[in-house]
């Protein structure tokens, strides 16, 4: 029912996690980043508390693949759960247990890692991740994985319908950068990236107006902080 990327870029420090699902709001329960520690998805049939866990374990210095061996031997069911993880160096790992639903497969490298079950085909882990290393790391974060996924979706997807999706991006702060959530569209990963364009242009002003309010600039528009 999903896939996903979790990705770092090595020139600005940032993580993201994307995610798209034929379930409502799979981004609430599958995506997690911490500013400089990395980012991590779980899925299949998901158990939200294992991001936190993951990141905990990045955060108390493991790499990715011994941050995922020590979550999944203190998991519940680890045979039903999907995970992917990148660390604060690139480094990435990925898990689908014995009862991953569907057509399911991963693909990881340096700096990023993409799942997913219930696919069109096993290549569409491989579809998001070689676009996402082939686009432009001059680009926003935020804007290469969008194109990936998107990419995954022209490879073919998911085995049904998509209804949601979302973006996590994490800078320097406790707070994301973004993150935003298409929880119920008929084309959600179209209307995240239509969400993006609008957010992008303003994301860092709202972080000025958090630690200096009076070099940030006003909208001026209902519903301005």
């Avoid at 990705?7 to 981004?27: E, L, M, N, Y």
């Avoid at 693949?65 to 160096?89: I, K, W």
């Avoid at 898990?95 to 490298?109: D, E, N, R, Y």
């Amino acid at each position: 029912m999903t896939f996903s990327l979790a990705a770092r870029c090595p020139r600005t420090g940032q993580f993201a996690v994307a995610v798209t699902s034929s379930s409502p709001a799979v981004a609430a329960r599958c995506a997690f980043a911490r500013a400089g520690v990395g980012a991590v998805t779980t899925q299949n049939v998901t158990d939200p508390r294992l991001g936190p866990a993951l990141l905990a374990a990045l955060a108390d210095g493991l790499e990715a693949e011994a941050a995922l061996g020590q979550v999944l031997a203190g998991a519940s069911f680890p045979a039903y759960r999907q995970l992917t993880v990148v660390d604060a160096e690139g480094r990435t790992a990925a898990w689908s247990g014995g009862k991953t639903l569907g057509v399911h497969a991963q693909a990881k490298g340096q700096d990023a890692v993409s799942a997913g079950n219930l696919l069109a085909h096993t290549g569409v882990p491989e579809a998001v991740r070689a676009a996402f290393a082939a686009s432009d790391p001059a680009q926003e974060l935020g804007a290469r994985v969008i194109a990936a996924m998107q990419a995954g979706l022209a490879a073919g997807g998911e085995a049904g319908s998509l209804r949601s999706a979302g973006l996590i991006v994490v800078d320097r702060e406790a707070w994301p950068l973004a993150d935003l959530r298409v929880d119920w569209h008929d084309a959600p990963l179209t209307e995240l990236a239509a969400l993006w364009e609008v957010w992008a242009p303003q994301m860092r002003d709202y972080v000025t107006r958090a630690l200096n309010p009076g070099a940030a600039p006003s909208y001026g528009v209902p519903g301005d902080e």
